[in-house]
């Protein structure tokens, strides 16, 4: 088992930062891949970015892409995603993910068994 505590979330004018945290718990050395994920009103959850918890290998949606940072601190167990250069169309609940079973970094939400609970993220125009 895998325990996730995501935070950092909140309210931000357009063009501004925040930086999420999630913090890993339980049997965090099984770990090979930890992402973010976000789901907007109405709209399905989707990636935006991980990590391959043991080489360090990143990968981001298109849409985030030169604005957004995801990096882990092994040592803390911790995964964090800066968001730089925010957008209103960033506005969503973001999610923390774990996966144990698959190896590498994921776009599916399906491919990952433990899930934070979410933290809220609102950009405003």
């Known amino acids: 088992q895998v325990q996730l505590v995501d935070s950092g979330g909140g309210l931000v004018q357009a063009g501004g930062s925040l930086r999420l945290s999630c913090l890993a718990s339980g049997r965090t050395f099984s770990t090979y891949a930890m992402s973010w994920f976000r789901q907007a009103p109405g709209k399905d959850r989707e990636f935006v970015a991980g990590?391959?918890?043991?080489?360090?290998?990143?990968f981001y949606a298109d849409s985030v892409k030169g604005r957004f940072t995801i990096s882990r601190d092994k040592a803390k167990n911790t995964v964090y995603l800066q968001m730089n250069s925010l957008k209103p169309e960033d506005t969503a609940v973001y999610y923390c993910?774990?996966?144990?079973?698959?190896?590498?970094?994921?776009?599916?939400?399906?491919?990952?068994?433990?899930w934070g609970q979410g933290t809220q993220v609102v950009v405003s125009s």
């Open positions: 990590v391959d918890w043991r080489g360090g290998s990143t």
């Open positions: 993910a774990a996966t144990v079973t698959y190896g590498g970094v994921r776009a599916y939400t399906g491919n990952y068994e433990y």
